[in-house]
């Protein structure tokens, strides 16, 4: 069961905001969020967990809205560096298994 | 320390040959899971395990089978590769199933002709 993020695509000039979004049709006790570059493996960004404890990156910053089962991934004066796929991973259940499933990804390109 | 090692990097099978993927990980941790990347389509879980000798099936499961025999390692196998397995598949692991990070391996290149 995958979760849905949008946009499925931004384009940004350096030093711009984004916002991405990721939502589940379930309740969630953790939301995570990678970060990909073109032919390699994706990286750890962040955790969320329910009840407010965050882990990870400390110039990134998320939300986790446990009521409406959402995330958000706030990327804030963007370097060219945040370039990339993002992508948010949120439990599974009894038919996709209960490890991490993971959203299409969002394309991130940040131009100079 | 190495990570997560997966081997081979590239391989390139004929539709019904069969392979192992090998996945290896220093970090003694418990979960290993094989993640399939196909354009558009985000990372999709194959198999995990929660521990030595143990596998459980994800979204994409079917025409794979996994083994755990040593904590460390993590078998992907393909009894009779099609076409349509043709992917980046990469390996992961984890100290706990869902509030630990995963550490991803670099990945392998399948080509099924």
């Known amino acids: 069961q995958q979760p849905v993020q949008s946009p499925q695509a931004v384009i940004l000039r350096e030093g711009e905001d984004a916002v991405i979004n990721c939502s589940s049709s379930?309740?969630?006790?953790?939301v995570h969020w990678y970060r990909q570059k073109h032919g390699e493996a994706p990286v750890f960004l962040m955790i969320l967990l329910k009840g407010g404890e965050q882990k990870g990156h400390d110039k990134i910053s998320a939300s986790f809205n446990e009521k409406k089962q959402q995330s958000s991934l706030y990327l804030t004066a963007s370097q060219l560096s945040y370039s990339g796929t993002y992508f948010c991973?949120?439990?599974?259940?009894?038919?996709?298994?209960?490890?991490?499933?993971f959203g299409k990804g969002t394309s991130l390109l940040v131009t100079p | 320390n190495a990570g997560v090692t997966q081997t081979p990097k590239f391989r390139v099978l004929k539709t019904g040959q069969s392979m192992t993927l090998l996945c290896a990980q220093d970090m003694n941790h418990e979960y290993m899971y094989w993640y399939r990347q196909d354009p558009g389509m985000g990372l999709r879980l194959i198999h995990y395990s929660v521990g030595e000798g143990t596998t459980a099936k994800g979204e994409v499961p079917d025409g794979y089978n996994v083994s755990r025999l040593k904590k460390q390692n993590f078998l992907l196998g393909l009894e009779s590769a099609a076409p349509s397995q043709t992917s980046v598949y990469f390996c992961?692991?984890?100290?706990?199933?869902?509030?630990?990070?995963?550490?991803f391996g670099n990945g392998t290149r399948l080509t099924v002709t």
């Open positions: 992961a692991s984890s100290q706990t199933i869902l509030d630990s990070p995963l550490h």
């Open positions: 379930k309740a969630l006790y953790s």
């Open positions: 991973g949120t439990e599974g259940n009894s038919n996709s298994g209960y490890a991490l499933n």
